[in-house]
């Protein structure tokens, strides 16, 4: 264990012209073993060279990212470091193995490698007067005269000039824009129309086929009571599909002059309704006749009486018991008012749950009316959108048109072989050149399949043309089949970034795959490097190669997924940082075997607290390399972090291990 071990809060970056350097010569599947001769007597400043700080570990699998043809592109790396770290060395390296595996990968009938990779590498100095422009420019020459572009490269570039800058196939693809923002928007049109039908439906959309809805589950719910009304009152099928159609015209009769209808017919049009109204109208007659005859009796019972000398008991009777005549009455008028209470109650007990799902269809119908009105307003704005880029393109196809004709009379040229910078020079034409040439990439043709540009020497211009180069090749080269990768200083671009915090943060969205050049260099290194120089020069540039597999195929384990989904919470609290830090440990898992150790240095070196650095590397100054970490209270996040590294692996987390994981998790930082 030595002494003094540290690990510093690790937040860092930086990233940055017409001379186009050539692509590396390609090299050779297997490496090749130059013959020993007698140490130089003066060592260059070149790019080139072996490697004598041991850092081809991080490049052979960023090299594999860069050449596998399963790669999701396109693809942004950073190699950062100081002036003097190495960057341009590395970066050659890289680039050189790229070549080796693309020309290895040709040689094989199967590969998870592609077979054509054009690989360019450019002076960030010839893009500083009109990055866009330059850019092009540089693409064209490197891929038409480098002798290393793979086979079709020239053709690929010059097709590209041919289609930027020929006015019939500008036509053609105006045309062709043109058919397509039609057809856009006449599917737009058909789907606004749709939207504007369904809101006219909504009641019943969401009464008939919205099965999720609240009038749905409570008519479900509530089926048995309310078949039981129904029944009663007469109506016969699908209990839930007769009582959403009741529902339905309850809501329908909008207002309380419509609602005050339903509830009428409710007293009258139903079965057993009816005959309830007669009965009470009935009784209600009986009870007033009733009445009247009791009221009357003075003048009618004489007049009985008097009709026949039979008749004159029965007239005595009867006025010997009028008062039943009282009690005759008001039990006729109470079983009229029975009779009405019934009907009343009934039409109650039905409109009840038809009252409760009407309620629960406005709740239902309000909610969706919302979420489509929202729908048509984004909508309508497609559809307008649409409209003002239907004109636009009209106008453009109508001035391509007019360019040929004008081509065809003058006699003009309708291909062109010059190179990109006489063929005009103007920004639309350079972006029109890359357009065609990225779209060309993705067409699957004989050319070349993936193409990488990396760009170099960053520090040598000011530090605002080299974030403004920055961002403008990550914009323009975000295309698919395209990897970019930029090798600069990070903390130049924080002279143009407002400080290192903002140049971290821009960073982290520009750059997928950082790699940091400079952090694993000590004092032991550099004795190291320098015996390296005044030894014979033994080691050879080349590198080992097998194209046949790649170790980035190997499936993540359960443990390993488990482990990282327990690690990212420390590793970050955005979506971002947790992709980072997941793409990280796929690429870096193949330097180790101790895969639990750098998940857990990862997730630390990227989204750690100074506090919990500075604790984690106290508690490894205390104790030999092979103890086991212990971690003192106050940092519970570290402590379950470690705690769930330890499970993983079936064994605690030692200091050697937790050391060795730290110097590989620093190779993927941003230095800012």
Known sequence: MCAGWSMPDPRSLSLNQMRVEPALSPIAPAAVTAPPHPATFFSADLPSGPDLLGRDAAMNETAELVAHAATPTPLSLGLFGPAGSGKSHLLHRLLGQVNGLTIAASKLATSPFLSRIATLRIPAASLQENTVTALAAALYSGLVHDPAAPDGAAELARDAVNASTDPRTAAREAADQLDEVRRRLDAERRALEELDGKRARLMETVLYEAAGSRVDAYARTNRPR????????????????????????????????GRLGVFLRSLWGFEGQTSLLVWAILFF???????????????????????????????????????????????AIAAAVLCLLANITRAIRLLAPIMRGASLLRADA???????????????????????????????????????????????????????????????????????????????????????????????????????IV???????????VVTIFSVDA???????????????????????????????????MKAYARRLLEPASVSEGFHIDASRS??????????????????????????????????????????????????????????????????????????????????????????????????????????????????????????
């Open 551 to 672: 170790r980035l195929d190997e499936p993540l384990t359960s443990q390993e997924a488990d482990l990282l989904a327990a690690l990212s919470p420390l590793a970050g609290n955005s979506p971002r940082v947790v992709k980072r830090f997941v793409n990280i440990y796929r690429l870096a898992r193949c330097r180790t075997a101790d895969r639990a150790s750098l998940a857990l240095m990862l997730a630390l070196d990227l989204g750690g607290s100074s506090g919990e650095l500075a604790t984690l590397g106290a508690a490894m100054d205390e104790h030999t390399p092979d103890s086991a970490i212990l971690m003192p209270p106050g940092e519970p996040r570290l402590a379950d972090a470690i705690e769930a590294a330890a499970a993983a692996q079936g064994h605690a987390v030692t200091v050697g291990s937790a050391q060795a994981a730290w110097r590989i998790a620093r190779d993927y930082r941003i230095p800012v």
């Open 366 to 468: 309000d909610l969706r009316r919302g979420e489509l009105d929202t729908q048509l307003s984004h909508q309508t704005r497609r559809v307008d959108t649409l409209n003002a880029e239907v004109e636009a393109q009209a106008k453009r196809l109508e001035e391509a048109e007019r360019r040929t004709r004008d081509a065809g009379r003058s006699g003009q040229s309708m291909a062109s072989d010059q190179p990109f910078a006489a063929a005009g020079g103007t920004e639309p034409k350079a972006m029109a050149f890359i357009s065609a040439l990225t779209a060309a990439l993705s067409g699957g043709g004989g050319g070349p399949q993936r193409l990488v540009v990396a760009i170099d020497d960053l520090e040598s211009v000011t530090a605002k043309s080299a974030a403004q």
């Open 285 to 331: 007659l009986a009870g007033w006749g009733i009445g009247f005859a009791a009221d009357t009796q003075k003048v009618w019972i004489p007049a009985f009486r008097n009709l026949a000398e039979a008749l004159g008991p029965v007239a005595n009777w009867i006025e010997a018991h009028t008062s039943w005549l009282g009690l005759m009455r008001t039990g």
């Open 491 to 525: 903390a130049h671009l924080a002279l143009a970034w407002n400080g290192p915090a903002s140049a971290a943060a821009r960073l982290e969205r520009l750059i997928q795959i950082p790699l940091s050049v400079d952090t694993g260099i000590g004092r032991e290194d």
């Open 471 to 481: 961002e403008t090749v990550q914009q323009i080269l975000a295309f698919p089949q």
């Open 226 to 257: 309310i078949e039981g009304r129904l029944r009663a009152f007469g109506f016969s099928g699908e209990p839930v599909q007769t009582f959403k159609d009741l529902v339905r015209d309850y809501t329908e009769r909008g207002g309380v002059t």
